[in-house]
């Protein structure tokens, strides 16, 4: 069966209809769907078909909403990583012509007349994207709907009993990192509630600074970018209104105009405050709508219960981030990869797990050590440049001694490394050398100052280690007995999470139990396997067309 990139799933039955079926729809959907799948309700194509105003619109409904609701949640179970966008302007104002941000390869849908002539013309001239696109049905990709039961007279009564309050102005707030299930049904109630702008705080700054790795949340600008999009898709009649925002309030205690505010269960305390600053300061209380969390069924013991951004975030952890850069100069084999991280980052229980997986593990502390020892050129060089006072009764270099000294001082640290990093590097390339030799297909280089020393150009990937700078400066007072000032200047004098993340093909997080460290890193060493092989083929079919 044949997988598209981006798809259409066209249902044309009513709500209570459908909702029965949506999940077998959405697993054969999503089966062949495998980035953007669009999702439109045009229960009333019949009769619209060739009308050019009056048309027959979708009852607003909390049936409507319930229907988008199991089309997200259920969507997101199936396949987390599809982007879902249900269209929904044909329950406000008839759509004639939809132009969506991703043109779709093919047609899905459950109308029987799927070939006729005025089904085909009627779906062109909605989707105009989709001048060639492939019509399926159902039926044709093993869903079978024949057993679908009709609604009743009372549902539909029911239906018209429930239509939804709707405001001119709405305004409702959020991180919005990495669109899932949750930001799409609170956003789509917000768009149901409004008829002319959707106002929207997107939080950034000090509001994302306690955030469960903040290091991967996205710029505001590219979440404000790929919110609008989403909003564009599945409801371009109203007007956004999208603003970074610093407080927890934003405009929605600003505008006079605004009457509604869409919050989750989570945020309702939130919501609440709004209105008792609007009242403070003489403005409309607004109407609050709450909407309910979104379970996440296939959380592990780190992750929240609920669909959230942070659950995303942390199952990133040990995928590729961002593909490694061509680096021709480098052999496919040995494949070294640059493991970095900050101080008490975690990356010695990474290193003795990957080297159980079969990789050559180089530690670059204890390069740095030999090239520290008495006879050594740096020995000689750091003894000239920091004098006497960092020598042992023996002879040797008290690194404890030095340290406190350059770690206070960047412009003697920056001396240090001038020394060191060069004798470092003569050592390292060596000993990659010599792993290759001992046939490892994988060498890991384990080294803090990977980025700082510029050593990423001898490397294939860089895997990046972080936690929380609480953590960090726990974990170095605990290792090393130093106070808290001495061990927040020690990691004060390093790169950023935020800096290291930036360079990452992968990150791990070693915050939790070890067990969840080390599945990242398992998942890590797997993914590598495949690229390897990937490589070593490609190479392989290169050198025959030469």
């Given at each position: ?6 798809g259409l799933?066209?249902?044309?039955t009513s709500c209570?209809?459908?909702k029965?079926t949506l ?10 769907v ?18 050019k ?6 009852p ?16 997101f179970?199936l ?8 269209l929904l302007?044909?329950a406000?104002?008839f759509?004639t012509?939809?132009k ?7 047609l899905i ?10 089904f085909m ?11 060639n696109?492939r019509?399926e049905h159902l ?9 679908c039961?009709?609604e ?13 309050k709707?405001?001119e102005?709405?305004v409702?707030?959020?991180t919005?990192?990495r669109?899932h299930?949750g ?27 306690n955030?469960v790795?903040?290091?991967l949340?996205e710029?505001?600008n ?14 371009p009649?109203?007007e956004?209104?999208l ?11 600003v ?5 509604c505010?869409?919050?989750s269960e989570e ?20 109407d ?7 379970p996440?069924?296939?959380q592990?013991?780190?992750e929240?219960?609920?669909v959230s951004?942070?659950?995303t ?5 040990g995928?590729?981030?961002?593909p490694?850069?061509?680096k021709p100069?480098l052999p ?10 900050g101080t008490?980052?975690g990356k ?9 997986l079969?990789a ?8 740095g050590h ?9 020995y000689?060089?750091?003894v ?12 040797d270099?008290?690194r404890q001694?030095l340290?406190l ?5 960047r412009?003697k640290?920056?001396k240090l490394n ?18 290759a030799a001992?046939?490892h ?5 384990d ?11 001898v490397?294939h ?21 130093l106070?808290k000032e ?5 990691l004060?004098?390093q ?12 990150l791990f ?12 890193v398992?998942r890590?060493?797997n ?20």
């Amino acid at each position: 069966m044949a997988v598209y990139r981006n798809g259409l799933l066209f249902l044309t039955t009513s709500c209570s209809v459908v909702k029965p079926t949506l999940e077998r729809i959405l697993e054969a959907t999503t089966a062949i769907v495998k980035q953007t799948l669009y999702v439109s309700l045009d229960p009333n194509h019949i009769q619209n078909m060739g009308r050019k105003n009056n048309q027959i619109l979708i009852p607003n409904t909390k049936s409507l909403q319930s229907t988008f609701n199991i089309v997200y949640s259920k969507a997101f179970q199936l396949q987390n990583s599809l982007d879902v966008r249900v269209l929904l302007s044909d329950a406000k104002v008839f759509q004639t012509s939809w132009k969506l941000h991703q043109a779709c390869e093919v047609l899905i849908t459950d109308y029987p007349g799927y070939k006729e002539r005025d089904f085909m013309e009627y779906v062109k001239q909605r989707f105009s994207n989709g001048l060639n696109i492939r019509i399926e049905h159902l039926a044709n990709i093993n869903c079978d709907l024949s057993e679908c039961i009709e609604e009743t007279k009372q549902e539909e009564e029911e239906m018209l009993l429930t239509q939804k309050k709707v405001y001119e102005h709405t305004v409702m707030g959020g991180t919005f990192d990495r669109l899932h299930a949750g930001h799409k049904i609170l956003l789509t109630e917000a768009c149901l509630r409004t008829k002319c702008r959707l106002t929207i705080g997107v939080t950034c700054g000090p509001m994302i600074k306690n955030k469960v790795l903040k290091e991967l949340i996205e710029p505001v600008n590219t979440r404000i970018e790929k919110l609008l999009e989403f909003l564009q898709d599945v409801d371009p009649c109203i007007e956004y209104n999208l603003q970074p925002i610093t407080d927890p309030y934003g405009p929605s205690t600003v505008l006079p105009e605004l009457q509604c505010i869409v919050t989750s269960e989570e945020t309702k305390q939130g919501g609440e405050k709004v209105n008792d600053v609007r009242h403070s300061l003489g403005l409309s209380v607004l109407d609050q709508h709450v909407i309910s969390i979104v379970p996440d069924i296939v959380q592990n013991e780190t992750e929240e219960g609920k669909v959230s951004s942070s659950n995303t975030r942390k199952r990133l952890l040990g995928k590729l981030l961002r593909p490694p850069t061509h680096k021709p100069h480098l052999p496919v084999l040995p494949y070294v990869i640059g493991l970095t991280g900050g101080t008490a980052s975690g990356k010695s229980r990474i290193c003795q797990r990957l080297e159980k997986l079969g990789a050559a593990v180089i530690n670059c502390d204890k390069l740095g050590h030999e090239t520290y020892a008495q006879g050594q050129q740096a020995y000689k060089k750091i003894v000239e440049e920091f004098g006497a006072v960092v020598l042992n009764e023996n002879g040797d270099i008290n690194r404890q001694a030095l340290g406190l000294i350059v770690f206070a001082d960047r412009h003697k640290l920056q001396k240090l490394n001038n020394i060191v990093w060069p004798a470092i590097a003569t050592l390292f390339k060596q000993k990659i050398i010599e792993s290759a030799a001992g046939g490892h297909r994988v060498v890991v280089l384990d080294a803090a100052v990977l980025l700082e020393a510029g050593w990423t150009e001898v490397v294939h990937e860089i895997w990046v280690s972080i936690i929380p700078l609480e953590e960090s400066i726990k974990r170095v007072m605990e290792r090393d007995g130093l106070s808290k000032e001495a061990a927040t200047q020690r990691l004060n004098s390093q790169l950023t999470n935020e800096e290291r993340v930036a360079k990452a093909n992968i990150l791990f997080c070693s915050y939790w139990d070890y067990e969840i460290t080390f599945m990242q890193v398992k998942r890590a060493w797997n993914d590598l396997q495949l690229r390897i092989d990937s490589y070593l083929h490609n190479s392989e079919h290169n050198e025959c067309k030469l």
